[in-house]
């Protein structure tokens, strides 16, 4: 397994398909292998190896002093909606933004494909090979992406922020959010507000 920084995800699975990818990974571990992600994953890095060497107390102390945060897991709460958007495929292009345009409806891959007049097998084929995922996976990124915005830049609650991309059900959103971004609704805002809440 390896890691890199999430905006490069889509560059490393085309061009090293055989290397199992963990995009939303701050640090990979294989036998005698680590692998860090952006810039600042170095220091996730630092720590695993400070960890692995001197234990977990002079981890934390070390963690401390340089004031990093020893309890981040992933890059998903940084990575942008670039990092799902990147192909050249027209077809997906339209469906993308077919899809964005409906965030709070319910999906239909039916309507989907009468929509941009193709099958659904075809929609299933191009979206695997300009994103390596489906139509609703994606989707699930896109409402997630404009959930995030409305975290950071609203004062909204979570059941209006929830519909406003789709979802009827807010516990369900909050599994879903908890599950890709690795925390919760609430967290993030405390995290990445630009507005007072």
């Not at 996730?44 to 692995?52: E, N, T, Y």
């Not at 097998?121 to 994606?138: E, K, S, W």
Request: hydrophobic share 45%; net charge positive; glycine share 4%.
């Amino acid at each position: 397994p390896a890691t890199l920084s999430w905006w490069l995800a889509g560059w490393f699975r085309r061009r090293y398909p055989a290397v199992q990818l963990d995009a939303q990974a701050l640090v990979t571990e294989s036998a005698h292998i680590l692998c860090s992600g952006a810039t600042s994953a170095y220091q996730d890095l630092a720590l695993k190896l400070i960890a692995r060497l001197l234990g977990e107390d002079v981890a934390q102390v070390c963690a401390r002093i340089l004031l990093i945060d020893p309890n981040r897991v992933s890059q998903a709460p940084y990575a942008t909606l670039a990092a799902y958007n990147g192909h050249n495929d027209p077809l997906v292009s339209d469906c993308q933004r077919w899809m964005h345009a409906r965030l709070d409806q319910p999906f239909s891959l039916a309507a989907l494909a009468a929509a941009v007049h193709s099958s659904e097998r075809t929609l299933m084929r191009r979206f695997r090979q300009a994103l390596g995922d489906t139509p609703l996976r994606h989707l699930q990124q896109q409402r997630l992406f404009a959930a995030r915005r409305l975290l950071e830049t609203t004062t909204l609650d979570i059941g209006e922020i929830a519909q406003r991309v789709g979802y009827q059900d807010t516990g369900a959103f909050r599994k879903l959010f908890t599950r890709e971004l690795h925390c919760a609704p609430a967290e993030y805002r405390r995290r990445f507000a630009r507005v007072a809440g």
